[in-house]
C-alpha cells in the first residue's frame, strides 16, 4: 500500500489554539505559493482533489490535516510568499506557519516544495531557517521537473542539495535532502515516500 494513498480529510486549523493533540506523527508539507504544493500532495495521494488546486496563489489558508493510513498525519501548509490578499493577513498566516514548525512536538519531518526552475528563494531559505533549529529531518521536492531538460534538472537538483550541505547534516545519516518531481508525469512519488516512509518508520 503507498505511504500517501487513501489520505483522508481530517480538520483545518485558523489558529494555534485549535491545533489537534499533539500526539502520533505528522509531516508538514511547505512551499511557496505556486510552488506546486497541492498538486504534489494530490499526486502523493493518488486523489485528483485532495488539496485544493488553484491557479491563484495563496488559496490555502488554513492548516490542513489529512489522515493517512499508518495513523501518521500528513499537514498541509499555507503556501507563503505573494498571495493577493492583504499584508496583515499574509501575516497571520507566517505567524502560523512559524509557531506550528517550531512548536510541534509529533512533527517529525518537512516536505519543502520548491519550483524546479526557481529553487532555493529568500523566503525558502527563510522557512528553512525556522525549522533547522528543531533537529528534524527536511525533504525538498522540486516541482515541475518535467518544465526542464534532463541537464538543467540535474543541475537544479545539485544547486539545492549543494545549498542544503551549508546547514549542515545529521552525523549518520543525512538531515537534509532532495529530489526532483513531477505531477505532470507522476516521477518521484516512490522517492518520496521512500524518505518519508523511513521518518517514520515504516521503509529503509
Request: some cysteine; proline content about 4%; charged content about 20%.
Given at each position: 500500500?503507498?505511504?500517501?494513498?487513501q489520505a483522508r480529510f481530517e480538520t483545518s486549523v485558523a489558529h494555534t489554539a485549535t491545533l489537534p493533540p499533539d500526539d502520533g506523527?505528522?509531516?508538514?508539507?511547505?512551499?511557496?505559493?505556486?510552488?506546486?504544493?497541492?498538486?504534489?500532495?494530490?499526486?502523493?495521494?493518488?486523489?485528483?482533489?485532495?488539496?485544493?488546486?488553484?491557479?491563484?496563489?495563496?488559496?490555502?489558508?488554513?492548516?490542513?490535516?489529512?489522515?493517512?493510513?499508518?495513523g501518521a498525519r500528513l499537514v498541509d501548509l499555507p503556501g507563503y510568499g505573494y498571495a493577493a490578499v492583504p499584508e496583515k493577513i499574509?501575516?497571520?498566516?507566517?505567524?502560523?506557519?512559524?509557531?506550528?514548525?517550531?512548536?510541534?512536538?509529533?512533527?517529525?519531518?518537512?516536505?519543502?516544495?520548491?519550483?524546479?526552475?526557481?529553487?532555493?528563494?529568500?523566503?525558502?531559505?527563510?522557512?528553512?531557517?525556522?525549522?533547522?533549529?528543531?533537529?528534524?529531518?527536511?525533504?525538498?521536492?522540486?516541482?515541475?521537473?518535467?518544465?526542464?531538460?534532463?541537464?538543467?534538472?540535474?543541475?537544479?537538483?545539485?544547486?539545492?542539495?549543494?545549498?542544503?550541505?551549508?546547514?549542515?547534516?545529521?552525523?549518520?545519516?543525512?538531515?537534509?535532502?532532495?529530489?526532483?518531481?513531477?505531477?505532470?508525469?507522476?516521477?518521484?512519488?516512490?522517492?518520496?515516500?521512500?524518505?518519508?516512509?523511513?521518518?517514520?518508520?515504516?521503509?529503509?
Amino acid at each position: 500500500m503507498s505511504l500517501f494513498r487513501q489520505a483522508r480529510f481530517e480538520t483545518s486549523v485558523a489558529h494555534t489554539a485549535t491545533l489537534p493533540p499533539d500526539d502520533g506523527a505528522e509531516i508538514a508539507f511547505a512551499g511557496r505559493s505556486n510552488s506546486g504544493k497541492s498538486s504534489a500532495i494530490n499526486t502523493l495521494a493518488d486523489h485528483t482533489r485532495l488539496a485544493h488546486v488553484s491557479k491563484t496563489p495563496g488559496r490555502t489558508q488554513l492548516l490542513n490535516f489529512f489522515r493517512l493510513q499508518c495513523g501518521a498525519r500528513l499537514v498541509d501548509l499555507p503556501g507563503y510568499g505573494y498571495a493577493a490578499v492583504p499584508e496583515k493577513i499574509r501575516m497571520k498566516w507566517q505567524g502560523l506557519i512559524e509557531t506550528y514548525l517550531k512548536n510541534r512536538a509529533c512533527l517529525v519531518g518537512l516536505v519543502l516544495m520548491m519550483d524546479a526552475r526557481h529553487p532555493m528563494t529568500t523566503l525558502d531559505r527563510q522557512m528553512i531557517g525556522w525549522f533547522v533549529p528543531s533537529g528534524r529531518p527536511i525533504h525538498v521536492l522540486l516541482t515541475k521537473s518535467d518544465k526542464l531538460s534532463r541537464g538543467a534538472g540535474a543541475a537544479a537538483l545539485n544547486q539545492v542539495r549543494a545549498a542544503l550541505k551549508t546547514y549542515g547534516s545529521g552525523g549518520a545519516g543525512m538531515l537534509y535532502t532532495a529530489q526532483l518531481f513531477s505531477s505532470l508525469t507522476k516521477s518521484g512519488i516512490e522517492e518520496c515516500e521512500q524518505v518519508v516512509g523511513a521518518w517514520l518508520g515504516q521503509m529503509g
